[in-house]
């Protein structure tokens, strides 16, 4: 876990510096806060399972509880780290967006390690906004939930899709917790 703060900590001063030494402009391009929010939830991949899949399923506590914690801090983490910067010379928003992508991204990530295992599961999260990014869609048909990272703040299937990632991915993920490695994959 310390870690993954230092890294996200990292990402977010290399992406503010980046933004404030290459543009001339206060707010932040939403491409880049959509890519900044997905680099810091992947930083978090590493802690969505730890080293041993036995203890994992095993302990005198409940451990949903204890998973759904964990993402929700990890969720507070994200937001509290680029809704800083909107006091500053490069602002990452507006917020809506930060916490929309934040939660939606982190749903689907925890949907990820509890279907394909922690090591793995920033694949989807990534591939999605990347193509939502690249081919961005209007506000007709199925456009706004195929690209729901990319949409305008306001847009509210992009916020039902992002919600419901979220809270799908936080009840896969704190009930079964992280998929089981293969035998091979655990030794390493």
Do not use: C
């Not at 876990?1 to 707010?27: C, E, I, K």
């Not at 801090?73 to 500053?88: E, K, S, Y």
């Not at 991204?105 to 090591?119: F, P, R």
Request: charged letters at 10%; glycine letters at 10%; zero cysteines.
């Amino acid at each position: 876990m310390p870690a993954a703060l230092v890294a996200a900590g990292a990402v977010a001063a290399l992406m503010w510096t980046l933004w404030t030494v290459f543009s001339n402009s206060r707010d932040v391009g939403v491409p880049m806060v959509i890519l900044t929010v997905l680099l810091l939830v992947a930083t978090s991949t590493a802690t969505l399972a730890g080293p041993d899949d036995a203890l994992e399923r095993t302990a005198a506590l409940s451990w949903p509880p204890r998973r759904a914690a964990h993402l929700l801090a990890t969720l507070a983490v994200v937001i509290v780290l680029l809704l800083a910067t909107l006091h500053t010379g490069a602002r990452f928003g507006p917020a809506g967006l930060v916490v929309r992508d934040a939660a939606g991204l982190l749903g689907l990530t925890a949907l990820g390690a509890a279907t394909i295992g922690a090591a793995r599961s920033w694949f989807l999260p990534l591939g999605w906004t990347l193509a939502a990014i690249v081919f961005p869609q209007d506000e007709r048909g199925a456009g706004p939930i195929l690209t729901w990272q990319s949409q305008a703040p306001g847009s509210k299937a992009a916020a039902l899709t992002a919600a419901l990632l979220a809270i799908g991915g936080l009840a896969a993920y704190a009930l079964s917790g992280p998929a089981r490695r293969a035998p091979a994959e655990a030794a390493l």
